[in-house]
């Protein structure tokens, strides 16, 4: 009988060490999120949502050209860069093709299941020949996840911005950026006169015609703007004020449409 009961303590005490002692633990997912909130990105970037959680090089642009980051995992390497405050008209331009993906955050980690994508064609465009080129379309803080196969060492990535100058803002400011009275975005603005004065935004350093202002074109009195994109220039805004008159027929019109740009009659004026 002593024996029996000898054998079933031992059986109970080895069930009670292989709960307590198998490697598993409860749900950890709130203690992982606190770990990971706590990421600056300096000493590389968590990215989870691949099936795993991995650990990827981390490169903050800035314009100076340096060498993108990448970390190892498994046979594959990962990189994350930020830019931060990019402005519209500022550039990512990589020095060869690299296949990526642009993330709405402002800093690490990145979870890819459940991190917002930055959208092509509003909040950025892209080229990819002969290397590949971002043209930021919406002011914000982005990440931009890539990985390759190829050995970094041979087949090394270069990164910087260039454009308009990427500017610390915070959240608040990106609310209304540009209708606000905001200086922040736009790069210069020119006065030609007669109720015309553009705002610019992107590459351009002087202005295509009139005379360079150091102050946005106010919105005040505005009978209407008019856009225009260029590939090689950036965004144009010509706000239209008095002589000037709107309307479909207006002289504002008439001048937006010699232009080849975009009209909206009115005192809201367009953004970029």
């Not at 080229?127 to 080129?133: F, G, H, L």
């Not at 950026?177 to 210069?188: C, Q």
Request: charged share 10%; glycine share 12%.
């Amino acid at each position: 009988m002593i024996q029996k009961k000898f054998v079933l303590l031992l059986a109970f005490v080895v069930i009670l060490s292989t709960v307590h002692c198998s490697g598993k633990t409860a749900n950890n997912d709130a203690t992982t999120s606190l770990l990971l909130a706590k990421e600056s990105g300096t000493n590389g970037c968590t990215v989870a949502g691949l099936g795993t959680q991995i650990k990827a090089g981390y490169t903050g642009i800035t314009t100076t050209s340096k060498n993108v980051s990448f970390a190892l995992a498994g046979d594959t390497h990962y990189a994350v860069m930020q830019i931060a405050g990019a402005q519209i008209g500022t550039r990512v331009v990589l020095s060869r093709y690299a296949k990526l993906t642009v993330y709405v955050s402002s800093s690490c980690p990145l979870d890819l299941s459940s991190a917002i994508l930055a959208k092509d064609g509003t909040e950025y465009t892209k080229v990819d020949s002969p290397a590949t080129v971002i043209n930021f379309t919406k002011s914000g803080s982005y990440l931009i996840y890539l990985y390759q196969k190829e050995d970094p060492s041979s087949h090394p990535l270069t990164v910087l911005t260039d454009g308009t100058p990427v500017q610390a803002i915070s959240d608040s400011d990106l609310t209304d950026i540009l209708n606000g009275g905001s200086t922040k975005t736009f790069k210069f603005a020119c006065d030609l006169g007669s109720g015309v004065c553009q705002n610019y935004y992107g590459y351009l350093t002087s202005c295509l015609s009139g005379t360079k202002q150091t102050a946005k074109c106010t919105e005040t009195g505005a009978v209407g703007s008019c856009k225009v994109t260029q590939s090689s220039v950036g965004f144009i805004i010509s706000v239209y004020t008095a002589p000037l008159t709107g309307g479909g027929g207006g002289t504002a019109a008439t001048h937006c449409t010699g232009v080849s740009g975009t009209y909206v009659d009115g005192a809201t004026i367009q953004t970029p």
